[in-house]
Every structure is written in C-alpha cells, then in structure tokens.
C-alpha cells in the first residue's frame, strides 16, 4: 500500500489488573488506506475497541507507533492530541452518547465550538449534517424523544459534521434493531462511498462485516488474516 | 451563550435535588445572614458612636459616681468643646418585662451633643423648660403606645419610687442605625428627689460626655482630664465613646464568638451538602465528559462546566436566601427590637453572602472537577451501557 493514510507498527498494549499486566495488543503492524471502509471482527476480550481507541488518539500505546497523515500520535501532547482529534476523527458509539439535555441540533453543533466559526456558519454546517442523515425535521427534538436509530443518525451527524477524514465506530449497530441497523449501516457506506470518509468500525454483526471493503479479525490481541 | 444554557440545563437536569440544593445554600445563607445582623445589632453602639465625643467615668468602676462639680473643671481642659454628664437611671415601665435604656440628662447640653437625635425645636424647648419632662425615641413611643403630652410613670430600680414624667418629645434617628429606644428626662429632677430622700447620693452623676473640638484631641483631652483629677478621691477614667461602648461588649464577647462561629460553621456545613451533590453529579456524567474529550473539549472545558454549574446552584441560592433574609430580619426586628433597637442587614453581610456563596460553589466543584479532568477517555466510556 502507498502512502497508507493510517500507518500502524509494532504496537503493544496491556492494562494493569492490581499487580498483573494484562496483554491486550501484541506487536499489531497494520496500513489503512484513504477511503478504505475497514471492519475489525473477534471475540470479546481480543483487543478490537482497544485497537479502535489507539487509532482515535483516546489512549496510548505502550510501544509502537502509530502515523496518522504523517503525524506520529505518540509524539502529541495530551493538549495538542485532543485538538487533532477535534480536526480529524469522528466517532460513532454503541450507545449514541449524546447529550439528554441538548437537542437533536445542538448535540451536532458540539463540535464546532472548537472551532472559530460564528454562529451562521455553524448553523450551516449543523443543517448539511443533519440533512445527509435524514434527521432535517427533528432538529429541535431531544434524544428522549428519538428513537435507537435516529439518535445513532444524530450521533453520526455529530461526527461527521466538522468534516473529519476518518469516522471511528465503535459496534455502531449494536444497540439497533435489525432495520435501523440497516439504515445506519447504509448511512455509513454512503459516506465512505460519496463522501470519501474512512470507516474504521468494530462490530460483532456478520452483516455490517459484509459492508466492509476489508475485514480484520484480531484473537487475544493478534491480527489473523 | 451555548455554555451558559448547557450549564442551566444540567443544573435543573434532576430538578428535585437542583431544588434542594437551592433550598439548602437559600437557608444557609439566611441563617449567616441572620446571625451577621445579631452581631451587627450588639456593636451598633459601638458603630454609632462619635470620634468626637469622650466618656469619663469613675477609675474604680462605673458602679461609682463622680461629682458633677468636675463639669466645670473638665470643661476648661484644652481642646474641649462642650461638656453633659447622664446618669443610668435603669428604669422599669409598669413592668420589668418593659425594660428600656432610660438615662437623667442636663439637656441643653445633651441633646446639643447628639445630633443624630432629631426632636424639633418646639419639642426641645418644652422639654427643657419641664423639669419633669421627658423624651422618648419613636420605636420606644410606638412600643408603647405614647403620645406628645402623655404622662409617663417609671419604676426605679436604682433610684427607687414612682417616678412620673411628662412626654414632651419623640426623637427620631438621624441615620437608620440610630438607636429610637432610649428614654431620656431631666438630671436636675432625679438630683433634686435625691436631695431630698437620700442627700449623700446627691450632686453625683454616672458618667461625663466630653466634646472634643476635633477628633484627633481625643487622647490628649482624656489624658489631661484623668491628669486633673489624680490623687482625688474619686479618679476619672476617660475614654472615647467607642471604646466604652466596646467595654459593655466586652463582657459578652463569649456569646458574639459563639454566634460568629455558628454563623461559619453553617457555611461549612452547606458546602459538604453542596459537594456531595456535585460529586452525585459528576459520578453520573463522567460517560459523558469522556465523549466530550473524545470530540476535543480540553480539561478546562469540562472542569468549566462542573464549576460553572456549581456555581450556578450557589448563586441561586445565595439570591433566594438574600431575598428571604430581608423580610424574615424585619420579622426578627419587630419580635426583638427591645433587646436589639438597630437591627439593619448590612452591605458587608451582603457582599460577605455573595463571596461565601462564591466559594461555596466552587469548592463543591472542586473534588468533582479534579477527578473528571483525570478520568481516562476509554474508562470513562467504560462507564455507558
């Protein structure tokens, strides 16, 4: 692969249980290219959310590296970490994770505030989203008052509103009924196939892995290919 | 804009314990505010006291008298302006239960000497030609239902007998921290009785009132007036008004510490509630602060927010216990203004309130806030589900 998008070498990874070091991932060397739609299946315990985190710069590896448009997040202070996160990765979580006391509008608009737009531009850019996951008539609902999958469509419109290269989801579908899921999963193609968005997700779901235009399993911490 | 109708939305997000809390700081503040005013109350005679003016009493005790001939030698002392003199008279009106601060006056002199006491110059006069007359302050009046002309009879219990008198003025205070609760008649009345049924007690007087030409003369005109009368048979101790005011405050300091402490104590009391709710709180959120910090939010962002919305509860509560303070320190006024006759709030109180609230809310938020800017993203999204 040239010039991969996500470059990955040697990474390890373990978690301290009391005075145990547990092992969660072991020497993972892995490219991903721009605009691939990559799925990371394995059994619970294998190390697939942990490797998910890595790539979105929410925890760090023990050795290894990992380049992201040529930045080494290894060497990114936890301050200058979140502000690549905010340019560059949006996420997309089992549970939607959005704020109860926000609307459907304001939960999208997050984001942004880290950005200097003014409040017109934000506005724009929170509408766009909404509309390419069909939520443009519930913009002013809460959470409570949507259902699984229009709050996932929120969650989506939320991480891809600032326009970021990749899109992590972390079992996207799994809290979804099977034609919510469907739709969710077809939002998620769309956007890697019109958008040019790279999709890395993790899922258990053998029918969301057949969307995958590569597919990963990872076994007590190592990659089977 | 965003971040204050985030902050607002999650102070009332559990509207019951956001209510509660309110309550609690509202109360809280109330009680400090309350117990401030009874501190306030015990120095306002101190407070209202004048740089001008000095108090020379007896060196041994004010229990003993001083002749009231040294009125004309203290008045020659240099640097003084004007010289009265008053005895504490410590009467009782029909019953004990209506005790008042009643004092025998020389009144020309008197009054001349306190300005803050408002009489007009009708009422002046008439009271200074009845030797029997006597003046009262408007809460004292209204307390007792007196009117102008209205003949008033006190129970001595220094001087013992009936004692009548003659209303012939109702003061009112200059400034709202002026005292309207004394009762004040003619020295010469109380001396003449005296030479009469006891004569060894008359031609004495309590205290003498000094009126320095200017208040940086104080020291020097008390330590000439004390030099004057050394090595006599009765000393003089002389001091500025303040300081003798503070001499009877003195005596209680015990319970004003003790009030002072209960006042902070409630303060610190509040704060835990107030902690333990921000701590619920932020416990619950911590899922939700780590997807702030996934998206970029930085530590202050998210230790903003938990500052901000204790902040917020504190504030709240500190204006309803604020405005609660004013109606409920009336109502305590009105039960107790004999024994407290300046019950004002003061604006210290109220800044004091407002600072307390301040530091109420931000050290609630302070633990929460330490151990959400701590938590590891992937732990708190751990949390969700």
Redesign the interface.
């Known amino acids: 692969m040239s010039n991969p998008l996500v470059s990955i070498r040697h990474l390890v990874k373990s978690y301290r249980r009391g005075n145990q070091s547990v092992p969660v991932l072991e020497d993972i060397s892995l490219d991903i290219a721009e605009g691939e739609f990559l799925v990371l299946m394995g059994p619970s315990g294998s190390g697939k959310s942990t490797l998910l985190n890595l790539i979105a710069g929410i925890d760090t590896a023990d050795s290894g590296s990992i380049t992201i448009h040529d930045v080494d997040l290894s060497l990114l202070s936890d301050s200058a970490l979140a502000a690549w996160r905010a340019s560059h990765i949006g996420f997309v979580f089992q549970f939607y994770n959005l704020i109860p006391v926000l609307t459907a509008f304001e939960n999208v608009e997050l984001p942004l505030l880290l950005t200097s737009m003014s409040r017109h531009q934000r506005r724009e850019h929170v509408e766009t989203a909404l509309a390419v996951v069909g939520l443009t008539d519930r913009m002013e609902h809460r959470p409570s008052e949507l259902s699984g999958g229009q709050q996932q469509r929120v969650a989506i419109a939320r991480a891809i509103v600032s326009d970021p290269s990749i899109l992590v989801a972390d079992e996207p579908t799994g809290d979804l009924d099977r034609v919510s899921a469907e739709e969710i999963l077809n939002l998620l193609e769309q956007l890697n196939r019109e958008f040019g968005k790279t999709i890395i997700m993790v899922t258990h779901d053998p029918r969301a892995a057949k969307r995958a235009r590569r597919l990963l399993h990872l076994e007590k911490g190592v990659l089977v290919l | 804009m965003?971040?204050l109708?985030?902050l607002t939305?999650?102070a009332f997000?559990h509207k019951l314990r956001a209510l509660l809390t309110i309550t609690g700081i509202a109360i809280a503040i109330l009680s400090f505010g309350l117990l401030r005013t009874v501190v306030s109350a015990w120095y306002a005679g101190a407070h209202a006291s004048s740089g001008n003016r000095l108090i020379s009493r007896n060196a041994i005790s004010l229990v003993f008298s001083l002749p009231v001939s040294y009125k004309d030698r203290i008045r020659q002392v240099e640097g003084v302006k004007n010289v009265s003199y008053a005895n504490w008279f410590g009467g009782v009106y029909i019953t004990e239960k209506n005790f008042f601060p009643s004092f025998a006056i020389e009144p020309a002199t008197y009054l001349g000497m306190y300005p803050e006491f408002i009489l007009s110059d009708s009422q002046t006069s008439d009271f200074i030609r009845d030797r029997k007359g006597c003046v009262a302050g408007r809460k004292l009046a209204e307390r007792h239902g007196w009117k102008v002309g209205d003949s008033v009879t006190l129970k001595g219990t220094i001087f013992p007998g009936s004692w009548e008198f003659n209303l012939r003025g109702i003061y009112q205070g200059k400034k709202q921290t002026t005292d309207e609760g004394q009762f004040f008649f003619h020295w010469n009345y109380l001396n003449e009785t005296l030479r009469k049924n006891t004569p060894r007690r008359a031609d004495q007087t309590g205290i003498f009132l000094i009126e320095v030409k200017h208040a940086n003369l104080s020291s020097q005109v008390a330590q000439a007036i004390d030099g004057l009368f050394k090595n006599s048979l009765a000393e003089t101790l002389t001091e500025t008004e303040k300081a003798f005011q503070l001499t009877f405050i003195s005596m209680t300091e015990a319970i004003v510490v003790a009030i002072r402490i209960v006042s902070y104590v409630v303060i610190v009391i509040i704060m835990a509630v107030a902690a333990n709710t921000m701590a619920m709180t932020a416990r619950e959120r911590f899922?939700?602060y780590a997807?702030?910090?996934?998206?970029?939010?930085?530590w202050f962002h998210i230790a903003g927010m938990i500052f901000g919305e204790s902040v917020l509860l504190a504030l709240l509560g500190c204006a309803l216990g604020i405005g609660l303070t004013f109606p409920v320190a009336a109502a305590f006024a009105a039960q107790l203004d004999q024994f407290f006759p300046v019950f004002l709030i003061e604006r210290s109180t109220l800044w004091l309130d407002l600072f307390l609230s301040l530091l109420v809310g931000l050290v609630a938020g302070l633990f929460p806030a330490w151990r959400a800017v701590r938590i590891?993203?992937?732990d708190g999204?751990r949390r969700?589900?």
């Not at chain 2, 997807?291 to 930085?298: A, E, P, Q, R």
């Open positions: 965003f971040i109708k985030l939305r999650n997000r899922g939700e997807i702030l910090k996934s998206m970029g939010f930085g590891r993203i992937a999204l969700i589900g």
